[in-house]
T-cell receptor
Framework: AQRVTQPEKLLSVFKGAPVELKCNYS??????LFWYVQYSRQRLQLLLR?????SIKGFTADLNKGETSFHLKKPFAQEEDSAMYYC???????????WGAGTKLIIKP | EPEVTQTPSHQVTQMGQEVILRCVPI?????FYWYRQILGQKVEFLVS????????KSEIFDDQFSVERPDGSNFTLKIRSTKLEDSAMYFC????????????FGSGTRLTVV
């Protein structure tokens, strides 16, 4: 099965500091990976997907096949970035999906 | 670690039939959600449920869909008269009252409408 791992359940950084949320994946074939964000009990929202290679709200994520990682980064954290972040693989018709557990990001003033 | 359990893992149904997707949220969680993901697309929010009623639903969640918590533990999503475009992975999720560390997702039910 496709699997992603987010090793940090909680990450706390100061405003203005760089942020890196870790995500590692393990499955064969070409991965399709997403980052989702959830602000305080609101619905899950798509933040970005690796195919589009875009930057949303200052966040970027690069797929590193050598390290099997898809870490989410932002150079300067803002207080409104405080939220839950989930790394998730896309659906492959041959595999069951397993979500990452999520990382709670807290930006301290 | 507590889990959100979804059954079945894979359901194949004929177009026009009704299906019920089942979820057992974590026992002390009070907010429940259904999401779906069509192959190759992003996850879409369907509905949130709190205190035995729908608290929010998306435009996808039309009269074809309904949710129930029939016995205080199961949380079900019913799709009446399924269409081909309902084929997707359906995820149940729950969070505790205080928000805690966010969602706990089930592993999903893959629905295939033929």
């Amino acid at each position: 099965a496709q699997r992603v791992t987010q090793p940090e359940k909680l990450l706390s950084v100061f405003k203005g500091a760089p942020v890196e949320l870790k995500c590692n994946y393990s499955y064969s074939g070409s991965p399709e990976l997403f980052w989702y964000v959830q602000y305080s009990r609101q619905r899950l929202q798509l933040l970005l997907r690796h195919i589009s290679r875009e930057s949303i709200k200052g966040f970027t994520a690069d797929l590193n096949k050598g390290e099997t990682s898809f870490h989410l980064k932002k150079p300067f954290a803002q207080e409104e970035d405080s939220a839950m972040y989930y790394c998730a693989p896309g659906i492959d018709s041959n595999y069951q999906l397993i979500w990452g557990a999520g990382t709670k990001l807290i930006i301290k003033p | 670690e507590p889990e959100v359990t979804q059954t079945p893992s894979h359901q194949v149904t004929q177009m026009g039939q009704e299906v019920i997707l089942r979820c057992v949220p974590i026992s002390n969680h009070l907010y429940f959600y259904w999401y779906r993901q069509i192959l190759g697309q992003k996850v879409e929010f369907l509905v949130s449920f709190y205190n035995n009623e729908i608290s929010e639903k998306s435009e996808i969640f039309d009269d074809q869909f309904s949710v129930e918590r029939p016995d205080g533990s199961n949380f079900t999503l019913k799709i009446r008269s399924t269409k081909l475009e309902d084929s997707a992975m359906y995820f149940c999720a729950s969070i505790p009252t205080g928000g805690g560390l966010g969602y706990t997702f089930g592993s999903g039910t893959r629905l295939t409408v033929v």
